[in-house]
């Protein structure tokens, strides 16, 4: 059976001229004749050339078939050699194709959308309202609008606004390249606008890039093309414009008066964005600025109260600062929680006179640190040029006394003398000590490179303790040894050396009276010396200091401050240990614990 | 007639071990505090032996035995003597007996230096 095809009211086919539209099974039509072809309750057939056609018509219940027929296999064919006919694009095409479930699927889709809106408070601000509502709104807007910060926002915000009291979606904003955004607003629910809308969203995308700076080109263009529309542009600022798109069938004059008060109410409202945003954005720079700063800013009154202060401020310095009156002095130092800080304070006064103080604090502990470091290096660096020449100066006259006294002894051969001997050795030990002494400071300085030697520990002490005999002649030593003999293998003057070294700092931290102990053990491939006194004890915060160069608690002049740095030193080269540990024995004072790597008896001989 | 030693150190305490040590063995000791008096005694009484401190006031050990030996006198039995660690390693001047290091390791063996 032929079909029967109605084009813009005229039969399509030639042989169905003399037809009644009526009796057509199809209507092939315009947007025109849509009220027309609905009386007929007719399938009928949009002209997909015309540009009123949309998307949205084509994805319509209103378009393909306005009756309750399905679309079957038959009618998709008939519908695509009309397309072919008509030459329509193969994009439209493409739809044209949509499955029958999919076209039901749109339809659903739609549907709900359109409950959705009715169950909203729909108005048409054009149509449906009085111009007080119209007000009404607007203020209630502005309302709305009142906390917004942000240009965009506010923008965005204009556009939901309009969404929601017109019920139009298609309002929103369109922004030009590096331009004003633009609010579009169709003003009808009749379809009528949207193509114009959709014209001139395509204008955005792809060809307004053109019309840069030229917005009244773009109006005149719309304006020219079709006379029942009016583009009004509401230029709130010299950043944006609003546009709203006004249809002739409207009366444009009954709007205009509010719209002009919408126009001043918004420049007033985005003037004072701008400013605020410009505020904003300069306090921002000023306060990273002042937070990257690296030290404490504080701006006070008067009186030394805080009024505005940088991330690096610290109440508690500002407060101890008070307290200790420091804050009359321009600039100073001031401890605070074993940290060294440096303060400045700057008087300020505003250009209403107004006076302030600003207070800067920095923290100059690490500073301080490396500047200290810096000259104990230094001091380390002269006393290593230095040493040579001190001990020279030292070995001189003290080897002299050796000799002599070496003579002497040589001499002494009348028995009436034989008291002297006694002393004469006494000063034979003290002047080879002292010798031994100024060469290990010379070693120390210059390391040479001596000849180890095995050492019986046990014995190395009790020697050197009988050199300190007149150090500790008021000291109480206990010495305890492992029953079996425990052997380094190390340079033995230097051993000696660390052991007079650790019963002089013993001694000397007694004060001269008091108990000793040194206690030797064998702990698996180590031998740990404990040297132990019942002194004042070292502090936990020293436990490190003490080991550092120049470093003494001995007053100036009594302490070289390298004795047990030089210990420390000469142990590690023997891949020992030595450190500062919790007494034992219930001892209150000084532990000193040395550890270091055993020697099996018999491999000294290679 | 007696053996003469020479000693010249600007540290009296070395001179008067040096001394005593060599009067005792019996040689004659000539002593000089500094290289300038250390040059006039040599110059003057020309002894066997010389024990010559390295780092003096006025003359230092090596200027003195260069003017001894300027003047055409003997120096191989002269001996340099110092407590300065790095004078250890230092070339000695040439012909010169040797080098002692102080303070002196054997006192009593200095004297074997000594052919009477």
């Given at each position: 059976m032929?079909?029967k095809?109605f084009?813009?009211n005229?039969?399509?086919?030639?042989?169905?001229?003399?037809v009644d539209i009526?009796?057509?099974d199809?209507?092939?039509?315009?947007i025109k004749?849509?009220?027309e072809?609905?009386l007929l309750?007719?399938?009928?057939?949009?002209?997909l050339?015309d540009?009123?056609?949309?998307f949205e018509?084509i994805n319509?219940?209103?378009?393909?078939?306005?009756d309750d027929?399905?679309?079957?296999?038959?009618?998709?064919?008939?519908l695509e050699k009309?397309?072919?006919?008509i030459?329509i694009q193969?994009?439209t095409?493409?739809?044209l194709?949509?499955?029958i479930?999919?076209i039901?699927?749109q339809?659903?889709i739609?549907?709900?959308k359109?409950i959705?809106?009715?169950?909203q408070?729909?108005i048409?601000l054009f149509?449906?309202?009085?111009?007080q509502?119209?007000?009404?709104f607007?203020y209630?807007?502005?309302?709305?609008v009142?906390?917004?910060?942000?240009?965009?926002e506010?923008?965005?915000k204009?556009?939901k606004f309009?969404?929601?009291h017109?019920?139009?979606?298609?309002?929103?904003?369109?922004?030009?390249?590096?331009q004003?955004?633009?609010?579009?607003l169709?003003?009808?629910?009749?379809?009528h606008?949207?193509p114009?809308?959709?014209?001139?969203?395509?204008?955005?995308?792809?060809?307004?890039?053109?019309?840069?700076n030229r917005?009244?080109?773009?109006?005149?263009?719309i304006n020219?093309?079709?006379?029942?529309?009016?583009?009004?542009?509401?230029?709130v600022?010299?950043?944006?414009?609003?546009?709203f798109?006004l249809?002739?069938?409207?009366?444009v004059?009954?709007h205009?008066?509010?719209?002009?008060?919408?126009?001043s109410?918004?420049?007033?409202?985005i003037?004072?964005?701008s400013l605020?945003?410009?505020?904003?954005?300069?306090?921002?720079?000023?306060?990273?600025?002042?937070?990257?700063?690296g030290?404490?800013v504080a701006?006070l009154d008067e009186?030394?109260?805080?009024?505005?202060?940088?991330?690096h401020?610290?109440p508690e310095?500002?407060a101890l600062?008070l307290?200790?009156?420091?804050?009359?002095q321009l600039?100073?130092e001031?401890?605070?929680?074993?940290q060294?800080?440096?303060?400045?304070?700057?008087?300020?006064i505003l250009t209403?006179?107004r006076?302030f103080?600003?207070?800067?604090?920095n923290n100059i502990?690490?500073?301080?640190?490396?500047?200290?470091?810096?000259?104990?290096?230094?001091?380390l660096?002269?006393?290593?040029?230095?040493s040579?020449r001190?001990?020279?100066?030292?070995?001189?006259p003290?080897?002299?006394?050796?000799?002599?006294t070496?003579?002497?002894?040589?001499?002494?051969?009348d028995?009436?003398?034989?008291?002297?001997?006694?002393?004469?050795?006494?000063?034979?030990?003290?002047?080879?000590r002292?010798?031994?002494i100024?060469k290990?400071l010379?070693d120390?300085?210059?390391?040479?490179?001596?000849q180890?030697?095995?050492?019986?520990i046990?014995?190395?002490?009790k020697?050197?303790?009988?050199?300190?005999?007149?150090?500790?002649?008021?000291?109480n030593v206990?010495?305890?040894?492992p029953k079996?003999?425990?052997?380094?293998?190390?340079?033995?003057?230097?051993?000696?050396?660390?052991i007079?070294?650790?019963?002089?700092?013993a001694?000397?931290?007694?004060?001269n009276?008091?108990?000793?102990?040194?206690?030797?053990?064998?702990?698996?491939s180590?031998v740990?010396?404990?040297?132990?006194?019942?002194?004042?004890?070292i502090?936990?915060?020293l436990?490190?200091?003490?080991?550092?160069p120049?470093?003494t608690?001995?007053?100036?002049g009594q302490g070289?401050?390298?004795?047990l740095a030089?210990v420390?030193g000469?142990i590690?080269a023997?891949?020992?240990?030595?450190?500062v540990?919790d007494?034992?024995?219930n001892?209150?004072?000084?532990?000193?614990?040395?550890?270091?790597?055993?020697?099996?008896k018999?491999?000294?001989?290679n | 007639?007696?053996?003469?030693?020479?000693?010249?150190?600007?540290?009296?305490?070395v001179?008067?071990?040096?001394?005593r040590l060599?009067?005792?063995s019996?040689?004659l000791?000539?002593e000089?505090?500094?290289?300038?008096?250390?040059?006039h005694?040599?110059?003057?009484?020309q002894?066997?032996?010389a024990f010559?401190?390295v780092?003096?006031?006025?003359?230092?050990?090596?200027?003195?035995?260069?003017?001894i030996?300027?003047?055409?006198?003997?120096?191989?039995?002269t001996?340099?003597m110092?407590?300065f660690?790095?004078?250890?390693?230092l070339?000695l001047?040439?012909?010169i007996a040797g080098?002692?290091a102080?303070?002196?390791d054997?006192l009593?063996?200095?004297?074997?230096l000594?052919k009477?």
């Amino acid at each position: 059976m032929p079909l029967k095809v109605f084009y813009n009211n005229q039969p399509l086919r030639e042989d169905l001229v003399s037809v009644d539209i009526n009796q057509a099974d199809f209507i092939y039509t315009s947007i025109k004749n849509l009220n027309e072809i609905n009386l007929l309750s007719k399938p009928f057939l949009l002209n997909l050339q015309d540009p009123l056609v949309t998307f949205e018509h084509i994805n319509s219940s209103q378009y393909y078939w306005i009756d309750d027929k399905k679309l079957d296999e038959d009618k998709i064919n008939f519908l695509e050699k009309i397309a072919e006919r008509i030459n329509i694009q193969s994009a439209t095409h493409q739809k044209l194709n949509l499955s029958i479930k999919e076209i039901e699927h749109q339809n659903s889709i739609l549907m709900k959308k359109r409950i959705k809106l009715q169950e909203q408070k729909k108005i048409n601000l054009f149509e449906n309202i009085q111009l007080q509502q119209q007000y009404y709104f607007f203020y209630e807007f502005i309302k709305e609008v009142e906390d917004t910060e942000n240009l965009h926002e506010l923008l965005n915000k204009l556009a939901k606004f309009f969404q929601r009291h017109t019920g139009i979606k298609q309002c929103g904003f369109i922004q030009f390249k590096n331009q004003q955004p633009i609010l579009i607003l169709p003003n009808s629910n009749q379809g009528h606008i949207l193509p114009y809308y959709q014209q001139l969203q395509h204008y955005h995308i792809d060809d307004l890039y053109f019309y840069e700076n030229r917005l009244t080109e773009v109006t005149q263009i719309i304006n020219s093309a079709y006379d029942y529309i009016h583009l009004m542009p509401l230029e709130v600022s010299n950043q944006f414009s609003v546009f709203f798109i006004l249809s002739g069938e409207l009366k444009v004059s009954d709007h205009y008066n509010w719209l002009l008060n919408l126009q001043s109410l918004l420049k007033t409202k985005i003037q004072s964005l701008s400013l605020l945003q410009n505020i904003k954005k300069n306090s921002l720079i000023w306060k990273s600025a002042f937070n990257q700063l690296g030290l404490a800013v504080a701006i006070l009154d008067e009186k030394y109260k805080i009024v505005l202060s940088n991330i690096h401020y610290r109440p508690e310095l500002h407060a101890l600062l008070l307290q200790s009156n420091r804050l009359s002095q321009l600039q100073g130092e001031i401890s605070y929680q074993d940290q060294l800080y440096h303060y400045e304070i700057i008087d300020i006064i505003l250009t209403d006179q107004r006076k302030f103080k600003c207070l800067l604090i920095n923290n100059i502990q690490k500073e301080r640190e490396s500047f200290n470091q810096f000259l104990q290096k230094q001091k380390l660096e002269l006393m290593a040029r230095l040493s040579d020449r001190i001990a020279h100066d030292l070995l001189n006259p003290i080897g002299g006394i050796q000799s002599l006294t070496e003579l002497l002894l040589s001499e002494t051969v009348d028995p009436k003398q034989i008291l002297y001997i006694d002393d004469l050795k006494q000063i034979q030990s003290a002047t080879q000590r002292a010798i031994d002494i100024i060469k290990s400071l010379q070693d120390f300085t210059q390391p040479q490179s001596k000849q180890n030697s095995l050492l019986n520990i046990g014995d190395e002490i009790k020697t050197t303790l009988i050199f300190s005999k007149s150090l500790t002649r008021y000291i109480n030593v206990k010495l305890s040894l492992p029953k079996i003999p425990l052997f380094v293998k190390v340079q033995k003057d230097l051993f000696q050396q660390i052991i007079f070294n650790l019963i002089q700092n013993a001694v000397h931290a007694m004060n001269n009276q008091g108990d000793l102990i040194i206690h030797v053990v064998n702990n698996s491939s180590f031998v740990e010396i404990l040297v132990q006194d019942s002194g004042p004890g070292i502090p936990n915060q020293l436990r490190e200091a003490v080991f550092t160069p120049l470093f003494t608690t001995k007053q100036l002049g009594q302490g070289t401050g390298l004795g047990l740095a030089f210990v420390k030193g000469v142990i590690e080269a023997w891949n020992g240990w030595i450190g500062v540990t919790d007494p034992i024995n219930n001892f209150t004072g000084a532990c000193f614990l040395v550890r270091l790597p055993l020697a099996l008896k018999g491999t000294d001989e290679n | 007639m007696k053996t003469k030693i020479l000693i010249v150190d600007d540290e009296l305490l070395v001179r008067k071990a040096l001394s005593r040590l060599f009067t005792n063995s019996g040689y004659l000791v000539l002593e000089a505090a500094d290289g300038e008096e250390g040059y006039h005694l040599w110059i003057n009484h020309q002894p066997d032996y010389a024990f010559i401190d390295v780092m003096m006031p006025k003359l230092t050990g090596p200027e003195l035995i260069k003017k001894i030996k300027a003047q055409g006198l003997n120096t191989q039995t002269t001996y340099l003597m110092s407590a300065f660690n790095k004078d250890h390693d230092l070339p000695l001047p040439q012909d010169i007996a040797g080098f002692i290091a102080k303070p002196f390791d054997n006192l009593f063996g200095l004297k074997d230096l000594i052919k009477a």
